[in-house]
């Protein structure tokens, strides 16, 4: 695991994973999402961008140091961090049953996957898998703001608001 986090957030609500994420703009996004609800953020390589200094002050992304944030050489290195008794919920357009329905707790972790293609099925299958639900004639939502959805929904279940 790499970390080259300036903030560690003791104990954090909920876990924010992005296994591959492509686009560094919803990343920059959802990492201030992080900083802002005291979420521990989880970057699965590879990445679609560079966490170079420079070119995080470049995107604007200078909130970069109260992120606390966590890299992983492969999704593998990750599971090797969580906890035995926490779970991982992921979040699909393939998923059947609406993230509404999942029983989230203290400390678990919430898995997005690449903007292009979502989760691979292999992860699919060893993860419980939730969607949130489209009626328009688009396919998926921008991952930033699912993220959104799912964090705010989560902590205001937990009674954090």
Not at 14 to 39: D, F, K, S, W
Not at 101 to 124: D, N, S, W
Request: charged share 20%.
């Amino acid at each position: 695991m790499l970390n080259l986090s300036h903030r560690v957030i003791e104990d954090p609500p909920l876990h924010i994973v992005l296994y591959q994420p492509e686009i560094p703009h919803n990343t920059g996004n959802i990492a201030r999402l992080c900083a802002a609800t005291m979420l521990r953020l989880h970057l699965i390589f590879p990445l679609g961008f560079s966490v170079d200094n420079r070119y995080l002050k470049r995107a604007g992304l200078d909130y970069w140091q109260e992120v606390d944030i966590r890299y992983y050489k492969d999704y593998d290195e990750f599971l090797k961090i969580v906890p035995d008794n926490i779970f991982i919920i992921g979040f699909s357009v393939h998923a059947k049953r609406p993230y509404t329905e999942a029983k989230v707790t203290h400390g678990t972790y919430l898995m997005f996957g690449p903007e292009t293609r979502g989760l691979p099925k292999e992860i699919r299958d060893t993860i419980l898998c939730y969607r949130i639900p489209i009626w328009g004639k688009v396919r998926s939502l921008n991952l930033s703001t699912s993220v959104g959805i799912v964090a705010y929904h989560y902590l205001y279940s937990m009674g954090y608001f």
